[in-house]
C-alpha cells in the first residue's frame, strides 16, 4: 500500500475510532438535542452564519466517516433551521458528504477489489457503464440499502464521481426534504397535526417515491410508442408448452381474457419430445435390462424377445394417452383462447398472429414468452453429410441403429445412451469434458459411468469432436483426445450437447428485447423483460431448463403480467430439485461438495450407503448413496444429492425440508414406513447425529450406568 493511502487511512481510522472512544455519539441523539434547543436557538440568533457553517462541516464529516448521526442531524437541521435553509444546508452537506465517502473508498479499495474480483464483478461494471447513473438514482429515490453503504459500494465502481455527484444530489433531495419537514414540527416537542403529518410523509415517501421511479423508468422504456386506448386482451400467451399452459390456465383461473399461442403441438417438448416419450422408452429399456438378470431374481428361465419398432410405437401411445391433459379443448373449456398460429411481437402491447384464417392483431396489455427452446447442433464439419439425431427426431426412428455415437454426456445425453445400449445397439458416448454428469459431485458421475460399462457402453470423456466423414461407404467421427485422433465408426449420429432458447422470429430483436449471454430472454427478478408488461418464463428465460422449474417461473410471469401494477412477486430459485433418469437415478437439491468448494461455503458431508438398505436389497437394486450437504456443526440442509433407485421421488423429503427450514433432526424423528427406499433419508439423519453426538457428556453418562450397576 501507497504511503498515501496508509495516510488516508489512518486519518479515517483516527476518526471514527476518536467518534467511539470519546463517546462523541451521545451528541447525536435527540435527547441531548432537546437538552441543548434553548443553546442551540441562541447560537442561531446571535451568530447564525457561523452555527450554519459549523452544523455543514459536522454534518459532511459525519457522513464523510460513515458514522451515525445523519438522520438526526437532518431531523436537527429542520428544527433549528427551519424547511428552506435546512433543506439548502442539509442537501448539499449529505452529497458533499457522500462524496467524499466515495472518494476515500475508491481511492483505497477499488484497484484492489476489482483486481481480485473482476470477472465476478464484471456484469456489474457492465451495468454501471450503461445506467449507472440511473441504477444510483433509484438507489437514492428509494434506498434498498442504507446511503452509507450506498456510498462505499459505488466508490468500487467504474461511475464518474462527477455523475455520482450531481445523481445523489438530485436523488437525495426529495428524501431530505421530508426529513426536514419533520424536523420542523419535531421541534415543537408537542403532538400536533403537522407532526402527524411529518410522520405519515416519512412512512408514505419510500412507497411514492418507488412508484415515481417505475413511472419514469416506463416513461423511458414506452417512449416512441403509443399505448392503446383499449385492450382486446388481458393477456397473450407466446408458446404452449409447460410454461405457457401454467400461465394461460392462472390467467384463465383469474377470469382474466387470455389467449394462448402454438405454432406447433400442444404441449411443448415435455409431452411430444422430451420427458414423457423419453420415461417411456426409460422403461421398456429397463424391463428388458431386468429381464436379462432374471437369475438374480431366482427366477430359472426368463427371455424376452421385443421389436425396437413396437418399443418405438409404445412411446407414441404414451405421448397420445397424456395428450388430453395439454390438448386444445381442456384449456378452452377452462377459458383459454387457443389459437395454432406464429405470433410476434409488433409493440409493447400487441401481438401479430398468423393462423389459417389469416393474419390479425390483438392489442393486450401483457405478452408472455413461453417459446421454449430447441436442441443445439454443434456447428462440426461434415455432420450435415453424415445426417444426425437430436432429441427431437430420435423418436422417429423404427430401426434399431447397430453402432449409436452419442455426443454429450449431460441428462439427455447420458439417459437415452443407457436406453440404446440395453436395447441392443452399440453405443459410443462421446463427452468433451472431464466426466459425464458434469454438473453432479465426481463420485456420483462415477457410479453411473460404472454402470454404463458393465452394460457394454463405451464412455470417452476428453474426447472432442472434430469432424464426420462417410468414408468407403461408413460414417465416421473423428474425435481429438489429447494429441491422439480417435476414429468412431456409426450408423447413427445422436447429438444430445444442450439446447437453445428460441428467441428469434418473435418481433424481440424490434423491440430492443436483450437476450443473455447464453442467448436466453433477459429477464428481471419478476421475470419481466425490458418492457415490464412484456415478460418470459420457462426455457426461453431460464436459468434453469426443466419442465417443473418452468411450471414454478410460469406462476410469476402470469401473477406479474396480470397484477404487476400493484403487486409484483420475485421469483424464487433458492430450492431448485432436479433428476436424471439413468439407471442408477441421479437426483439433487442446492448445493453438492462440488459447488461448496467452487463457492467457498463451509459445510459438513454425511452420507448413506443403500447397499445396507433392507428394501433395497430386498428388490435387487442395492446400490447408490445418500449424501448431505449442512452447516458446520449444525443440522440445517444446504443441499443433497441422492444416486439410486427412485432418487428422483426420494429427494422431495429432502426439498420439502429445505424450502420450510427443516433440519436432519427433524427428519431423523419422522416416522418412517419399513420396508421402504425412504428409509435411507432417515438412516442418512441418523449417521449425521451419531457424527454429532456428545462425546463428552456420553463419556459421564457411561459412568453413571457402571454407577448404577454397581
Known sequence: MSKSKLLVSALIIAGIVAFFVFDLKQYFTPDYFQAQRATIDAAVKSHPVRTALLFFVTYV????????????????????????????????????????????????????????????????????ARDGGFYLFALRLVPAFPFFVINLVMGLTAIRTWTFYWVSQ???????????YAGTQLGEFRISAGLLFAFALLGVFPLAAKKLLDALKARKVYAGWTRPVRF?????????????????????????????????????????????????????????????????????????????????????????????????????????????????????????????????????????????????????????????????TVWKLRALPKRL????????????????????????????????????????????????????????????????AVENGEKVLYCESGANTVRIVFDELLCAVGRVANTTGYGLEELGIPVTGSRTVEVNEFMQTKYPNILACGDVAGPYQFTHTAAHTAWYAAVNGLFGGFKRFRADFSVIPWATFTDPEVARVGLNETEAKEKNIPYEVTTYGIDDLDRAIADGTAHGVVKVLTVPRKDKILGATIAGEHAGDLITEFVTAMKHGIGLNKILGTIHIYPTLAEANKYVAGNWKRDHAPKRLLEWVKRFHAWRRN
Open 61 to 128: 464529516t459525519v457522513t464523510g466517516l460513515s458514522l451515525p448521526g445523519a438522520a438526526i442531524m437532518t431531523l436537527a437541521g429542520g428544527a433549528v433551521f427551519g424547511l428552506l435553509w435546512g433543506t439548502v444546508i442539509v442537501s448539499f452537506a449529505s452529497t458533499l458528504g457522500a462524496t467524499l465517502a466515495f472518494l476515500a473508498s475508491r481511492f483505497l479499495l477499488r484497484d484492489w477489489v476489482q483486481q481480485r474480483f473482476g470477472n465476478k464483478l464484471q456484469p456489474i461494471n457492465d451495468g454501471i
Open 170 to 180: 438530485i436523488g437525495m433531495f426529495a428524501g431530505t426534504v421530508v426529513y426536514v
Open 232 to 392: 382486446d386482451r388481458n393477456l397473450v400467451v407466446i408458446g404452449a408448452g409447460s410454461a405457457g399452459l401454467v400461465s394461460s390456465y392462472i390467467a384463465a383461473a383469474v377470469k382474466a381474457k387470455v389467449t394462448l399461442v402454438e405454432k406447433h403441438k400442444m404441449g411443448g417438448d415435455c409431452l411430444n419430445t422430451g420427458c414423457v416419450p423419453s420415461k417411456a422408452l426409460i422403461k421398456s429399456a429397463k424391463l428388458v435390462a431386468t429381464m436379462k438378470h432374471a437369475a438374480d431374481y431366482g427366477l430359472k428361465n426368463a427371455q424376452v424377445e421385443f421389436d425396437f419398432a413396437e418399443v418405438m410405437e409404445r412411446v407414441q401411445r404414451v405421448v397420445r394417452e397424456v395428450e388430453p391433459h395439454d390438448s386444445v379443448e381442456r384449456y378452452t373449456a377452462l377459458g383459454v383462447e387457443c389459437i395454432t398460429g406464429t405470433a410476434k411481437i409488433t409493440s409493447p402491447w400487441s401481438v401479430e398472429i398468423a393462423d389459417d384464417a389469416g393474419m390479425r392483431t390483438l392489442t393486450t396489455r401483457g405478452i408472455i414468452i413461453a417459446a421454449g427452446a430447441r436442441p443445439f447442433v454443434p456447428p462440426i464439419p461434415g455432420i450435415e453429410e453424415t445426417g444426425y439425431l437430436t432429441s427431437d
Open 405 to 468: 455415437v452419442v455426443l454429450g454426456g449431460g441428462p439427455i445425453g447420458a439417459e437415452l445412451t443407457q436406453c440404446f445400449a440395453r436395447l441392443g445397439a452399440t453405443v459410443t458416448q462421446v463427452e468433451m469434458l472431464p466426466r459425464i454428469m458434469i454438473r453432479e459431485d465426481p463420485e456420483i458421475s462415477e457410479m453411473v459411468v460404472q454402470r454404463f460399462r458393465e452394460e457394454g457402453i463405451d464412455v470417452l470423456v476428453n474426447h472432442k469432436a472434430q469432424r464426420c
